[in-house]
């Protein structure tokens, strides 16, 4: 079992920055890739970022590689999602999850991901 919790979401203009933070409990951290993933009302939940159980490999969506920054902290049980240059299109809930598979990999699919949170609102406007 895993807990997940997201905080760092908000309300930002067009080209500025957050950093979102999940945070991690029941489970040896280091032992869990994880993911971000985003979703607006009426659209699937998509793929944003990913990163290994070192943090030594990390994976992005096109739509945010050169902005976002996917980096995590196995001594504070905790992943975070740099976000810069913000754009309108990037509003969403942003979800973090937990892949508890026996291999090390960081995964685009949402069906590896074992756990979820319940999510953090990103809104930019224009």
């Known amino acids: 079992q895993v807990q997940l919790a997201e905080s760092g979401g908000g309300l930002v203009q067009a080209g500025g920055s957050l950093r979102l933070s999940c945070a991690a409990s029941g489970r040896t951290f280091s032992s869990v890739a994880m993911g971000w993933f985003r979703q607006v009302p009426g659209k699937e939940r998509e793929f944003v970022a990913a990163?290994?159980?070192?943090?030594?490999?990390?994976y992005y969506a096109d739509s945010v590689k050169g902005r976002f920054t996917i980096s995590r902290d196995n001594a504070k049980n905790t992943v975070y999602l740099q976000m810069n240059s913000l754009k309108p299109e990037d509003t969403a809930v942003y979800y973090c999850?937990?892949?508890?598979?026996?291999?090390?990999?960081?995964?685009?699919?949402?069906?590896?991901?074992?756990?979820w949170g319940q999510g953090t609102q990103v809104t930019v406007s224009s």
């Open positions: 999850a937990a892949d508890l598979a026996t291999v090390d990999r960081v995964s685009r699919y949402r069906y590896a991901y074992d756990y």
């Open positions: 990163i290994s159980r070192s943090g030594g490999n990390t």
